[in-house]
Nanobody, 124 residues
């Protein structure tokens, strides 16, 4: 069973950058696809980015493509989300998620394990 802990959130001005980290406990981290989702107040949780267990394949929501980069370090059991050119509409609680699959899931219901979330606030 995977336990996920996010960090790196905070307050940043529009146009700035943040890097989120998600540390996973448990074995066989490389066997899990990892995803980042976000949830703004009053809205549903939405997909942002995902990466395959090997790290070779990634997928992004159109809203973050070209600005966010997902990566992972399997030796450190950690996945990252580098966020550049941040906009006020990126303000949300960001969650990482894990799923034991070779695919790259992009929906909330496909993921089995979730972190507690980290707040990202972008001021305009």
């Amino acid at each position: 069973q995977a336990r996920l802990v996010e960090s790196g959130g905070g307050l940043v001005q529009a146009g700035g950058s943040l890097r989120l980290s998600c540390a996973a406990s448990g074995r066989a981290f490389s066997g899990y696809a990892m995803g980042w989702f976000r949830q703004a107040p009053g809205k549903e949780r939405e997909f942002a980015a995902a990466i395959s267990g090997s790290g070779r394949n990634t997928y992004y929501a159109d809203s973050v493509k070209g600005r966010f980069t997902i990566s992972r370090d399997n030796a450190k059991n950690t996945v990252y989300l580098q966020m550049n050119s941040l906009k006020s509409e990126d303000t949300a609680v960001y969650y990482c998620a894990a799923d034991a699959t070779i695919r790259i899931p992009t929906t909330v219901t496909e993921y089995d394990y979730w972190g507690q979330g980290t707040q990202v606030t972008v001021s305009s």
